[in-house]
């Protein structure tokens, strides 16, 4: 079975700039979600979705980060414009809702450096 | 709002030795409480995972346990080898299925 695609792997761009990064889930997933890891602290939750719908953008800054998964199966993250405090990894990860346990399972990660 | 805290940030042990990690949340109301290991520039990999009903679970060396009343989880490596060195990170589930995760403790075996 493969595993979560993330991509690209590695991106730098200068403040005020903007980016976006792309994941493809595990195939039959119906949850997927986007964290935030800044160096030294755990994955924070941005955005989660149930097949195209959003669940919880609690913590997204909407006013420069947005997200969307059209069709219920990828799913693309935006930051416009970018500002320094971005720079960390943005981790993706999917479940099955079948799944009684709702085990997530994490893509590689995108390292994302402002400057 | 839950939180999760591990203690230490770091350690490091020489081959061999038994070690254990620890795990505490603020909100008992968990669904499950999940172990990861993360190697450097790499993503999540899932360790153990236990339902808020069970009291711990075990993988090979790894034995993960979970006291809910007094909102802790430790997580047990046996026989500590330099393979071992990584993050490990803990997160309990809530109702919404949304993981919230500890900063980690960084973990080197010395061989």
């Known amino acids: 079975e493969a595993g979560v695609a993330q991509s690209p792997r590695y991106k730098i761009i200068e403040k005020r700039q903007s980016v976006a990064f792309w994941c493809n889930p595990i195939?039959?997933?119906?949850?997927l979600y986007w964290y935030q890891q800044i160096l030294g602290q755990g994955p924070k939750l941005l955005i989660q979705?149930?097949?195209?719908?959003?669940?919880?953008d609690s913590q997204l800054p909407k006013d420069r980060f947005s997200a969307e998964r059209l069709k219920g199966v990828d799913s693309t993250l935006k930051i416009q414009p970018a500002k320094l405090e971005d720079s960390a990894v943005y981790l993706c990860?999917?479940?099955?809702?079948?799944?009684?346990?709702?085990?997530?399972?994490f893509g590689p990660g995108t390292r994302l450096t402002v400057t | 709002k839950q939180e999760v805290t591990q203690i230490p940030a770091a350690l490091s042990v020489p081959e061999g030795e038994n070690l254990v990690l620890n795990c505490s949340f603020t909100?008992?109301?968990?669904?499950?409480l999940q172990w990861f290991r993360q190697d450097p520039g790499k993503g999540l990999t899932s360790l153990l995972l236990?339902?808020?009903?069970?009291r711990e679970q075990t993988s090979g060396r790894l034995n993960a346990s979970l006291d809910k009343s007094s909102g802790r989880s430790t997580l047990y490596i046996a026989a500590s080898q330099p393979g071992d060195s990584a993050t490990y990170l803990c997160?309990?589930?809530?109702?919404?299925?949304?993981?919230?995760f500890g900063s980690g403790t960084q973990l080197t075996v010395l061989p």
């Open positions: 979705f149930q097949n195209n719908g959003v669940v919880d």
């Open positions: 909100d008992s109301a968990i669904y499950n």
């Open positions: 236990i339902q808020s009903s069970q």
């Open positions: 990860a999917s479940s099955e809702a079948r799944d009684i346990n709702y085990e997530q399972y």
């Open positions: 195939s039959g997933h119906a949850t």
């Open positions: 997160a309990a589930s809530g109702s919404a299925r949304q993981l919230t």
